[in-house]
C-alpha cells in the first residue's frame, strides 16, 4: 500500500459531528468509563444506548466535508495505492465515495449481537429489545471498540502501515493507543510521515512534516 493515511475525529469536525477532546468535546461531557467501555455497559446499557443514538442520529444528519472528499478523489487517482484506517465511527468516509476503509473502531451505523456475534445494519434508535435477525435474542450492543476492548483489523493495519511511502495522519489528538502508536511504527518502517491536523498533536513529533489548521483547508491543499 503506497499510502496510508489514519483519520481521527478532527477530519468529521467540520461536518458538525463532536471531537472527543477539544473544549466541549464527548468527553468533556460524558464520562469515558460510564459511556465506552464493556463495564459501563454492563453498568447502565440504556445510557450507553441514549449515547450512541444520539450520535447516530448526528451522523445521519451530517454530511462529509471537503476533507473526506479530497481523500476520495486522491484514491480514485491512485487505485488500489491509497487506504483509510480511521477511528472514527462515523461513515463519512464511505459517504464521500472512499472505498479502501479500515474502521478500526468499528461503525456506529453497525449493531452487534453479544449472544452470537452476528452484524447488521443498526436502525438510528437501537432499543436494548431489539432482537438479533440471526438468533432472535435481546443481546445487541452498538458495534464499537470501547476502550479494553481490542480494535479491529489490528494486523491488516499493521502489515499497511509498515509497507507504505506515506503515511499521513489527519484530525487525531494522538492520546489513544494502539492507533497513536502507528505514526512511530510507520516511521521507523521507512515511510515518510506527514501530519494534517488544527495543532500540535501527542504524536506531532513522529512526522517528517506538518501541516496545521483546518481539515477542509489543508487535506484538499495536500491532496491536490
Ligand atoms: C486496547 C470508539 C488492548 C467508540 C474509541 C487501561 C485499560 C485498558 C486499556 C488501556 C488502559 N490505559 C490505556 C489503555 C489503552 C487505551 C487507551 O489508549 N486509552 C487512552 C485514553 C490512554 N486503548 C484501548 O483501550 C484500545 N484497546 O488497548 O486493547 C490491545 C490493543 C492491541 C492489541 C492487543 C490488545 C481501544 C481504544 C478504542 C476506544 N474507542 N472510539 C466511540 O467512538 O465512542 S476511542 C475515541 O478516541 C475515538 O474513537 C477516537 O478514535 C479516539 C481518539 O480521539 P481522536 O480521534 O484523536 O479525537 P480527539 O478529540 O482526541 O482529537 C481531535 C483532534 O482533531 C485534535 O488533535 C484536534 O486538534 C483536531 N481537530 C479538531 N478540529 C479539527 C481538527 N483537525 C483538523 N480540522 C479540524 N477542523
Given at each position: 500500500m503506497r499510502i496510508v493515511i489514519l483519520t481521527g475525529a478532527g477530519i468529521s469536525a467540520e461536518s458538525g459531528l463532536g471531537t472527543f477532546r477539544d473544549k466541549d468535546g464527548l468527553w468533556t461531557r460524558y464520562d469515558l468509563n460510564d459511556a465506552a467501555t464493556p463495564e459501563g455497559f454492563a453498568r447502565n446499557p440504556q445510557l450507553v444506548t441514549d449515547f450512541y443514538n444520539a450520535r447516530r442520529a448526528n451522523c445521519a444528519a451530517a454530511d462529509p466535508n471537503a476533507a473526506h472528499h479530497a481523500l476520495a478523489r486522491l484514491e480514485a487517482a491512485l487505485p488500489g495505492e491509497v487506504m483509510i484506517v480511521t477511528q472514527n465511527v462515523d461513515d463519512l468516509h464511505q459517504r464521500a465515495g472512499s472505498q479502501a476503509v479500515i474502521p478500526m473502531h468499528g461503525a456506529l451505523m453497525s449493531a452487534l449481537c453479544t449472544g452470537c456475534g452476528h452484524r447488521w445494519p443498526a436502525p438510528v434508535a437501537m432499543a436494548l429489545s431489539d432482537l438479533c435477525?440471526?438468533?432472535?435474542?435481546?443481546?445487541t450492543r452498538p458495534d464499537v471498540v470501547w476502550f479494553g476492548e481490542i480494535p479491529y483489523h489490528m494486523d491488516a493495519i499493521v502489515d499497511a502501515v509498515t509497507d507504505c511511502e506515506i503515511f499521513a495522519a489527519i484530525g487525531t489528538s494522538g492520546q489513544v493507543y494502539p492507533a497513536a502508536g502507528l505514526a512511530a511504527e510507520a516511521r521507523r518502517a521507512g515511510a515518510q510521515c506527514v501530519e494534517l491536523n488544527l495543532e500540535r498533536s501527542e504524536i506531532s513529533r513522529a512526522f517528517h512534516e506538518r501541516h496545521f489548521g483546518p481539515a477542509t483547508l489543508v487535506v484538499p491543499a495536500w491532496v491536490d
Amino acid at each position: 500500500m503506497r499510502i496510508v493515511i489514519l483519520t481521527g475525529a478532527g477530519i468529521s469536525a467540520e461536518s458538525g459531528l463532536g471531537t472527543f477532546r477539544d473544549k466541549d468535546g464527548l468527553w468533556t461531557r460524558y464520562d469515558l468509563n460510564d459511556a465506552a467501555t464493556p463495564e459501563g455497559f454492563a453498568r447502565n446499557p440504556q445510557l450507553v444506548t441514549d449515547f450512541y443514538n444520539a450520535r447516530r442520529a448526528n451522523c445521519a444528519a451530517a454530511d462529509p466535508n471537503a476533507a473526506h472528499h479530497a481523500l476520495a478523489r486522491l484514491e480514485a487517482a491512485l487505485p488500489g495505492e491509497v487506504m483509510i484506517v480511521t477511528q472514527n465511527v462515523d461513515d463519512l468516509h464511505q459517504r464521500a465515495g472512499s472505498q479502501a476503509v479500515i474502521p478500526m473502531h468499528g461503525a456506529l451505523m453497525s449493531a452487534l449481537c453479544t449472544g452470537c456475534g452476528h452484524r447488521w445494519p443498526a436502525p438510528v434508535a437501537m432499543a436494548l429489545s431489539d432482537l438479533c435477525p440471526a438468533c432472535g435474542k435481546a443481546r445487541t450492543r452498538p458495534d464499537v471498540v470501547w476502550f479494553g476492548e481490542i480494535p479491529y483489523h489490528m494486523d491488516a493495519i499493521v502489515d499497511a502501515v509498515t509497507d507504505c511511502e506515506i503515511f499521513a495522519a489527519i484530525g487525531t489528538s494522538g492520546q489513544v493507543y494502539p492507533a497513536a502508536g502507528l505514526a512511530a511504527e510507520a516511521r521507523r518502517a521507512g515511510a515518510q510521515c506527514v501530519e494534517l491536523n488544527l495543532e500540535r498533536s501527542e504524536i506531532s513529533r513522529a512526522f517528517h512534516e506538518r501541516h496545521f489548521g483546518p481539515a477542509t483547508l489543508v487535506v484538499p491543499a495536500w491532496v491536490d
